[in-house]
């Protein structure tokens, strides 16, 4: 059960993260969760990157936008 629930805080940081609206501390909190860098450390086992590399990827790619766009429509 804790896994699904972080699982869950995660990925609604990414949709935080990837409105540029927040800074990480903000996402931090309004997921629930009370240590950057324990927020930092999950999201690092979810995604595989640190939300920095996972940003730049992202934007690399072009996926920043389509990302946006595609949450903007649900």
């Known amino acids: 059960m804790g896994e699904f629930v972080r699982k869950v ?3 609604k940081a990414e949709q935080l993260l990837l409105s540029g609206q927040y800074n990480i501390s903000e996402i931090t909190h309004l997921v629930g969760l009370n240590s950057v860098s324990h927020f930092r450390e ?3 086992e979810e995604y595989g ?3 920095s590399e996972y940003l730049r990827k992202l934007k690399e ?3 920043i936008q389509d990302n946006l766009s595609s949450e903007s429509d649900k």
């Open 49 to 51: 990157l640190s939300t």
């Open 9 to 11: 805080r995660i990925q």
């Open 42 to 44: 999950c999201f690092k």
């Open 61 to 63: 790619n072009g996926s």
